[in-house]
T-cell receptor, first 112, second 114 residues
Framework: KAGVTQTPRYLIKTRGQQVTLSCSPI?????VSWYQQTPGQGLQFLFE???????NKGNFPGRFSGRQFSNSRSEMNVSTLELGDSALYLC???????????FGPGTRLTVL | QQQVKQSPQSLIVQKGGISIINCAYE??????FPWYQQFPGKGPALLIA?????SEKKEGRFTISFNKSAKQFSLHIMDSQPGDSATYFC?????????????FGTGTLLAVQP
């Protein structure tokens, strides 16, 4: 079974631009969560989707948004990029709730 | 109350030794405690997980010890190998409602010397 895939793997943007990251969960998994990983703040929860509905949201500004499609694939969008948005963005999928989460390799975003 | 505190920040162990990483939490509603292993350039991978109804869980060389009354849990890596050199994160989840949201500790960088 293929694991969680994330595209692109690397991205370089400039301040003020916007970016869209994509996540394909493991086949059959209906829950997708996003996390931001930085050296300073560690792993922080962004949001969680289940059956196309956002079920939970972390403490991030409204510039961070996401969505989930009917095939469980998910995208997250960051608008008006800031230098501090440079991070590894990780997607995790699980069957439903209370199940093991499997992480993808992440998208490394660099904002210049 | 949502924090998970992890120590030590870094750890150096000789090959064959025991690596011990500790975590503490405040929210008594947490009911799922996984440990993740992360290598450079990779996403975190689930190592082992425990729920509060047991005090210990062992899988191969990896053991979680859980102390519900102290709100602490720890990872023990027996017979540590150079291939175990990675960053380890503890996490906690639960607290009411249907969610998979994980609260992570700050990570422990483990180096196993040959």
């Amino acid at each position: 079974k293929a694991g969680v895939t994330q595209t692109p793997r690397y991205l370089i943007k400039t301040r003020g631009q916007q970016v869209t990251l994509s996540c394909s969960p493991i086949s059959g998994h209906r829950s997708v969560s996003w996390y931001q990983q930085t050296p300073g703040q560690g792993l922080q929860f962004l949001f969680e989707y289940f059956s196309e509905t956002q079920r939970n949201k972390g403490n991030f500004p409204g510039r961070f948004s996401g969505r989930q499609f009917s095939n469980s694939r998910s995208e997250m969008n960051v608008s008006t990029l800031e230098l501090g948005d440079s991070a590894l963005y990780l997607c995790a999928s699980s069957l439903e709730f209370y199940n093991t989460q499997y992480f993808g390799p992440g998208t490394r975003l660099t904002v210049l | 109350q949502q924090q998970v505190k992890q120590s030590p920040q870094s750890l150096i162990v000789q090959k064959g030794g025991i690596s011990i990483i500790n975590c503490a939490y405040e929210n008594t509603a947490f009911d799922y405690f996984p440990w993740y292993q992360q290598f450079p350039g990779k996403g975190p991978a689930l190592l082992i997980a425990i729920r509060p109804d047991v005090s210990e869980k062992k899988e191969g060389r990896f053991t979680i010890s859980f102390n519900k009354s102290a709100k602490q849990f720890s990872l023990h890596i027996m017979d540590s190998q150079p291939g175990d050199s990675a960053t380890y994160f503890c996490a906690a989840s639960g607290g009411g409602g249907a969610t998979n949201k994980l609260i992570f500790g700050t990570g422990t960088l483990l180096a196993v010397q040959p």
